[in-house]
């Protein structure tokens, strides 16, 4: 039987909608035999996702950290998945807080900005549907769907909303210090969803390639965001670059549609992350 393996999806750590207890449930329901927790900015997932741990499956330990590119004005934001580092990393675990920090404090600028037009929407509604986790836009799309205002979280993302006037800036870890700092915590950086032009600027396959002479581990290619086309250039550009190639759902719960593996990762590469990292594969 071939091994079923998703290596990016977030819980209430975040902004999926699932614990991560009940995530790794759904994992095991959803007939995988490996699932990365990648919450944004955060480990705090990994203890009671590793508590949860249904007999058979395999639990990769990990996050998403938000980063940017200083190659343009303004910066690009993209998103690099750390794997199986030290969570005790005093420089990692600073930056991850700096920034966890850094979205509160935006999150409240953009609900403030709404409330300046008129519109009423709370915050501390807002933080209160992050449940203690990293504070995204996902909530203050919850937010807006709760007062009316739109009715998906897709329309909260267009234009008009999240994605428009309502999208700020976060403070996000420049991507060369980010894989620095991954690496020196023992983790294995991949990077997520790299030509996903769909949500905005894609950073040059240049870039890419001074990020791969850094520490870069890996490319997402086979992600939803990603069209066929973007798919096959991506692996293109791992393999000219001696990366390893990941695919995986980005699950987010109710927050978005896709199901835990609609995209899965090959065996090889997943062994090539277990070898490369310090902290060890939970098994349930
Ligand atoms: P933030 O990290 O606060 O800037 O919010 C970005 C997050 O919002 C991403 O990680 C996705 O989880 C989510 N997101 C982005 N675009 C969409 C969309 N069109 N529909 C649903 N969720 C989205
Ligand atoms: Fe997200
Ligand atoms: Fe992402
Ligand atoms: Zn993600």
Redesign the pocket.
């Given at each position: 039987m071939n091994t079923r393996i998703d290596l990016h999806a977030?819980s209430t750590a975040s902004?999926g909608t699932l614990t991560p207890g009940e995530l790794v449930q759904a994992a095991a329901a959803a007939g995988l035999d490996v699932v990365a927790i990648t919450d944004?900015d955060t480990t705090a997932g990994w203890e009671p996702a590793v508590r949860a741990l249904p007999a058979g499956l395999r639990l990769v330990r990990g996050a998403e950290l938000?980063c940017r590119w200083d190659g343009e004005d303004p910066a690009v934001p993209l998103?690099l998945l750390a794997y199986l580092f030290d969570p005790d990393d005093p420089d990692l675990t600073a930056a991850l807080s700096r920034v966890r920090h850094a979205?509160v404090e935006r999150g409240e600028r953009i609900v403030r900005l709404l409330q300046a037009d008129g519109l009423e929407v709370s915050w501390s509604e807002t933080l209160a549907a992050a449940r203690g986790g990293t504070v995204?836009?996902?909530h203050i799309?919850q937010t807006l769907i709760r007062a009316g205002l739109v009715a998906t979280?897709?329309e909260a993302?267009g234009p008009d909303w999240l994605g428009g006037r309502y999208r700020l800036p976060?403070e996000d870890i420049e991507v060369f210090e980010a894989i620095r700092l991954v690496r020196a915590a023992g983790g294995v950086p991949v990077f997520a969803h790299p030509r996903a032009t769909r949500?905005g600027r894609v950073v040059p396959d240049e870039l890419i390639a001074d990020l791969a002479a850094a520490g870069l581990a890996g490319l997402e290619a086979d992600h939803e965001d990603h069209t066929p086309a973007e798919r096959a250039h991506v692996r293109a550009l791992a393999a000219d670059l001696g990366l390893l190639v990941t695919g995986a759902s980005d699950f987010?719960g109710a927050?978005?549609t896709v199901r835990l593996g609609a995209f899965t990762t090959d065996p090889q590469a997943y062994e090539r992350i277990v070898a490369a990292g310090v902290t060890s594969v939970a098994s349930g």
């Open positions: 977030h902004d944004h938000s998103h979205r995204g836009r996902p799309a979280t897709s993302f976060k949500r987010h927050h978005k």
